[in-house]
């Protein structure tokens, strides 16, 4: 998805602005960059500022005009250092990610930046969709174009990671009611079976074990690893009783316990 958002600089007046934009780009794990007349490009400037970022730099497309940049793109957004009039009513940098992100099913998303004197004119604002403005100090609310589009970037990358279903494919199905319904009756037996509880004064262990257990959400894997330990921990114990039965040694099967009121 990311590499369907694309970052569009109009009229960019410094190189090494560019080549910051490239590197901030590299960064977050975006990769398109359209220059709208750049002043200077190419230039060993940029290259300089880009750091590693050189072969997005070189991949960048360089335009004539705006509409060029973003023809394609069913949604663009435009980038504000001042809140404008009630005509435009601008996103946060959160709001902007969630939306460009949800959007990028329907194509690319560009994102525009404007002149790092001037900004954006109202014409260039009226070609973009929606408006995004990063709400620094109202006194002083205008960011290097190159810090910009790393905020900005930064926004779409936590969204990118936040959506992203790394432990829906990777984690195992968490355990249903019913598995844990089964987890607490075994650890309740076993509980029971290493001396641990003793009926009628069993107070509110299991309760709290239960609320404990809960809060962890185990998924189904984990309460097997559990009822893995439990099932251990009792034959161990059943076995340490047989063996003391048969041998000369009874107190070794009494000695387990632990603290029975709540
Ligand atoms: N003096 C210009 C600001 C130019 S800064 C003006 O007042 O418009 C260059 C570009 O960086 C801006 O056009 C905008 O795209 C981006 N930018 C800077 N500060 C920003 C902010 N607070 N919110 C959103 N974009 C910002």
Redesign the pocket.
Known sequence: MPDQIRIVL?ETSHPGNIGAVARAMMNMGLSQLVLVRPKVFPSPEADARASGGQDLLAAARVVDDLEAAVADCPVVI?????RRSTLWT?MD?REMAALALEQTVHGTVAL?????????TIAELDRCSHL?????DPDY?????A???Q??SYELRMAVLADRPVSVAEADPPAAAAQMEGLFAHLDQALHDIGFLQSGREGRIMQRLRRLFHRARPDQREVNILRGILSAAQGAKSMRASEAASSDHPGIASSAGGPHAS
């Open positions: 109009v435009g980038a504000s250092a001042r601008a940098p525009v930046f404007g002149r790092e004197r001037t900004g954006l995004v403005h990063i709400p620094a609310s205008s960011l290097n174009i810090m910009a589009v905020v900005l």
